[in-house]
């Protein structure tokens, strides 16, 4: 939900850029290339070639294979959200199936845990109604993360986050983007070895390469893929904390910026947001006066 506000990017050179998508994408390419030439047979051919190679034309060929991998790079880091909301379990089409089955198998879960009483599990793990559960774990995780403000406040974390993160002090601002980063990171890794082990099984099956690699490839993505899945979870429970520690400790700040009286009780607290909600959603006025703001006279 909050990706893009989250986001730290600041331009193609920052950390973000080179740690999850240029260092990933050189892995990745690298890889598609010694499988390509091994596949053919050609790996040691192409080793004694390079060689042979003027330093001029070695280095021709090593800016336009850091070219290339500049371009997949920019590529993955404009399709970060997408990967983000796959491995969550936003899918249609052909997959609504297997989005249904997650979500009974997800609820049956949430039921199951309820029953046994386990309130903390259920707090990091997934949202309150079993009508907002996802398919997939990381997807339960991070909609128990979006759903805690209005379950815990009754605010729109779609509506308020826009206006609350502007807010945000520094060090705040940096938790949430390392949080999403490290996450982000494990789940773009799972992806390129899924497509890794995709072309190269294809490729090598095409090509008759030897079955040796060809398993190689296959159980190597797959292992990678999994373990990297998994070790995301992790991630993700860490940023949903913060996200949902962000809200609690600096979600009032809204009410100030946006002329809202602060609210003096949980009920009080509910109504603002109520407010501000209509105020967005259908441009209603809220039925307080602004504030009075006292300015501090200084002295001369």
Not at 58 to 79: D, E, I, P, R
């Amino acid at each position: 939900m909050f990706p893009t506000v989250v986001s730290t990017v600041t331009g193609v050179l920052d950390r973000r850029f080179l740690r999850n998508s240029f260092a990933l994408s050189l892995a990745f390419l690298a890889l598609c290339a010694l499988v390509a030439l091994a596949g053919a047979g050609k790996l040691g051919a192409a080793a004694a070639s390079w060689k042979t190679w003027q330093a001029s034309t070695q280095l021709l060929v090593g800016v336009g294979f850091v070219a290339a991998v500049w371009v997949v790079a920019a590529v993955v880091q404009s399709q970060t959200r997408t990967i983000t909301q796959a491995f969550e379990g936003y899918w249609g089409g052909p997959l609504s199936g297997l989005r249904r089955y997650g979500e009974r198998r997800h609820s049956e879960r949430l039921a199951t845990l309820r029953s046994l009483g386990q309130v903390a599990e259920i707090y990091v793990r997934y949202p309150l109604s079993r009508k907002q559960v996802m398919p997939t774990r990381l997807g339960n995780i991070l909609r128990a993360a979006e759903r805690y403000p209005h379950e815990r406040y009754g605010a729109d974390a779609v509506l308020v986050w826009p206006r609350l993160y502007p807010l945000l002090p520094e060090n705040v601002i940096a938790s949430l983007g390392q949080a999403r980063e490290a996450m982000e990171f494990l789940l773009v890794l799972s992806a390129l070895a899924v497509a890794f082990g995709m072309l190269s099984v294809v490729y090598l099956l095409v090509a008759l390469g030897p079955v040796w690699l060809l398993l190689l490839c296959l159980l190597g993505s797959a292992a990678v893929a999994v373990t990297a899945y998994r070790s995301s979870l992790g991630a993700a429970l860490l940023y949903a904390e913060v996200l949902r520690s962000t809200f609690d400790l600096y979600r009032l700040d809204v009410f100030g910026f946006v002329q809202l009286p602060m609210p003096s009780d949980a009920a009080a607290e509910r109504e603002r947001w109520g407010e501000l909600n209509r105020l967005i959603l259908r441009n209603e006025p809220p039925p307080h006066p602004y504030p009075v703001v006292r300015q501090v006279q200084t002295r001369d």
